[in-house]
């Protein structure tokens, strides 16, 4: 996986691959791929581990990842040492995924569009999210809080069970 490191591959895909969760902490432990701009993920995935190979890759732009995240946490202390992701532009992801990513770049200017992946309900016009693990309801209110203050201009759209369900901007 070493001469992945310094090829030219700007995408990579990953889609209904059936690894546990030690292949897919292998795999995206291994992966380094410095010109990284566009990735799409799918599969039961450690957030942990997820978590830890988005915020490597630094020159990532978008950010699509779907599937069953499995539990666990990034100890904040290992990510705020460090830029995190200061060129993202989009993210799409479960909610618990996009609370782990938002709360490390709610400074950066660049982020243009959150997709929010949820099982959850709104009512018409309500920012809390429901359906995320627990206490992720409550954090991603007060990161999307922070954010639409921050970034006037950022679209933020939840889907609901594959379903787009309602799109909210913070200048709405």
């Not at 001469?3 to 902490?25: A, C, D, F, K």
């Not at 705020?80 to 770049?105: E, G, K, M, R």
Request: charge should be negative.
């Amino acid at each position: 996986m070493g001469i992945l490191r310094h090829s030219p591959i700007r995408g990579l895909e990953i889609y209904m691959v059936s690894l546990n969760q030690t292949q897919w902490l292998t795999l995206l432990g291994g992966l380094n791929m410095v010109f990284l701009e566009d990735i799409e993920l799918e599969g039961n995935i450690p957030r942990p581990a997820l978590t830890r190979f988005l915020i490597k890759h630094k020159g990532l732009k978008n950010i699509h990842i779907r599937g069953n995240m499995h539990s666990g946490c990034v100890q904040p202390s290992q990510l705020q040492s460090q830029p995190v992701l200061p060129n993202l532009l989009t993210l799409h992801a479960p909610l618990a995924v996009c609370c782990d990513i938002v709360d490390q770049v709610a400074n950066s200017s660049s982020l243009y569009e959150l997709q929010i992946e949820t099982q959850g309900q709104l009512s018409p016009g309500d920012i809390a999210v429901e359906g995320g693990e627990s206490g992720d309801e409550s954090r991603m209110e007060e990161l999307l809080d922070t954010l639409c203050k921050a970034k006037p201009t950022l679209r933020v759209v939840f889907i609901f069970s594959g379903s787009l369900y309602s799109r909210w901007t913070a200048d709405a």
